[in-house]
């Protein structure tokens, strides 16, 4: 089933839910400000030159306000602490605080973007570091989009309120603060007349907003179910085309787009019903303002340069009351998406065992012993199921053991285990007679290599792919590794060699090739122990012809177990431990269990062998 298609960065962060602004919830936020404090001294030199160009923002209204009353008197305007000032003079301070005032915001912003920028790459590289580190205990409860949306989405919701959110309502709460106390200072009558209108503005702006981004939300949500349609056919256009429905699928396509539409006609309507009530009770307010100004004007109680500042100062308070609902909404997803970085932050990692072993302790390589002693597994998820029970294995350095039985027995489990993907729930698992947990865990997985049923590759070369097994690798080793592997013609066969891009999953190669290419890195990686999962069996005869042949020089002197439903393929295993409900309930030879008359073993040859003669 397709993944429900991304949407753009932008939509996917309205869709983000908003968290309680608590006093945890903004400990928590406070709490990622660690990130910040390398580049703490260039913050606060953002920080004050944010307040720098705020204030000469402020003094914008004062000296235009001025320059009307000096237009006005020969003499000139009075200023604070400057006294009485010349038309000339004003103008000139004029082009000053502005020119000033955008050097000192473009500092603000670089500084807050720089700061922003490097404090997220590292909030981003712990989450990453953090993340792959997890065990896959972890991997099995979560959803691999909402472990996705931990690094990309959330992180911009907080790069968003570092970088843009917190220098503006800085800046918002000087123009609030400062807006508010001039024009007190130039009028309380005009003040008292100004105030009795913003609560309309504000309740207006509250009302209309919040109608305004549930119905934004809507339209996103019905584009996601139009982008899944698209995803959805595109990842399946062979079925598509083979069933013909090409009507069916443009018919879906347009009932969903149809729903989109409706969405956004609807919240069209509602924010042209709020830009038309935002005009009318905005220029309303200040027509009255500006009518009971004209009239204490025409008394003799305000100058003209007065009325003008009045004016400036009330657009200032208007406008910075009016963002504080955009704002709030802001930091609310922020505490959301902080809370959610936070609890990824938190989580355990696959950490070294209690008493770990010293690096002077470790052999240079395993010996390939391996034994499995009364091992229990349930997996994290399903507790109430039991994978295996009670089951002990040894298998001796070099030796091949086969693992076989019906699907769900448990023998990619088994796997899992000696990967130390999880820890038996009882029993012990131990290499070269000690246990597993005593070995340090990356260590521990160097000794091993698996070659997979569906071998998934990264998105580069070839030669990275193989280098993988082994980074660093020099491209003569990789090349010795792809020739063992039988991988060498056919990569040199390509124009570009082992320089070929191999796509996404390396959908670039057939089958047999990406197997070749999952040998030749297990071959390069040289381990002690290897693991065969199903390595051959979605592959025609001539690919596991050659497969075949590059696994037994891959196997040559090391310990293996081989997962297979194919019974042909372990005929020549060393012995072969049937599986059963989590139980091994037979093992020995091939001609051992053939020869069982009321074996398991014995009954799945004969149904397969039974279906190939047939």
Known sequence: MARRSAQSEDNALDRLPKAPLTRESL????????????????????????????????????????LIDAALHPAGATLPVLGAVSLDRIALLLVAAVTVQALASFNSALSFNRVGQRAL???????????????????????????????STDVAQIEGALIDALPQMCRQVVFLIGGVTMIALTSGRLTAIMLGTLPVLIAAAVFFGRRLRRFSRETQDQLAATNTIVEET??????????????????????????????????ARWRAVFVAFFIVALFGGIVIVLWFGAGLLRAGAITPGELT????????????????????????KTVGATQRVRELLRETVEIAPDAPVAATDLPERLRGEVAFEGVSFHYPSRPEVAVLRDVS?????????????????????????LLRFYEPDGGRLSFDGREAKEYPLAWLRGQLAI??????????????????????????AIRDAARLANADEFISAFPEGYGTLVGDRGIKLSGGQRQRVAIARAILKNPAVLILDEATSSLDSESERLVQVALDRLMKDRTSFIV?????????????????AGRIVEIGTHAELSALPAGLYRKLSELQFGQSEG
């Open 27 to 66: 400990a928590q936020t406070l709490a990622l400000a660690r990130y910040v404090r390398p580049y703490r001294a260039r913050f606060f030199g953002g920080l004050t030159t944010l307040f720098i160009s705020a204030s000469l923002g402020l003094a914008f209204p004062l000296l235009a306000g001025s």
């Open 121 to 151: 790459a590292d909030l981003r590289r712990d989450c990453y570091a953090r993340l792959i580190a997890l065990p896959m205990a972890f991997f099995g409860q979560r959803r691999v989009g909402e472990l996705t949306s931990r690094v």
């Open 234 to 267: 595109l990842q399946a256009i062979a079925s598509v085309k083979a069933f013909a429905n090409e009507a069916f699928e443009l018919g879906r396509y347009e009932r969903a787009n149809a729903r989109v539409l409706a969405a956004a006609l609807s919240a």
């Open 309 to 332: 500042r009045f004016v400036l100062y009330t657009t200032f308070v208007a406008g910075a009351m009016g963002q504080s609902a955009e704002l709030f909404s802001q930091i609310q």
């Open 393 to 417: 294995l040894v298998a001796r350095p070099g030796e091949r053991i086969a693992l076989v039985g019906p699907s769900g027995a448990g023998k990619s489990t088994l796997t899992a285990l």
């Open 451 to 476: 070659v997979p049923q569906d071998v998934l590759l990264f998105g580069g070369t070839i030669a990275e792919n193989i280098a993988y097994g082994r980074p660093g690798a020099s491209d003569a």
């Open 564 to 580: 297979a439903h194919r019974l042909a393929t372990i005929r020549t295993a060393d012995r072969i431990a049937v599986l059963e």
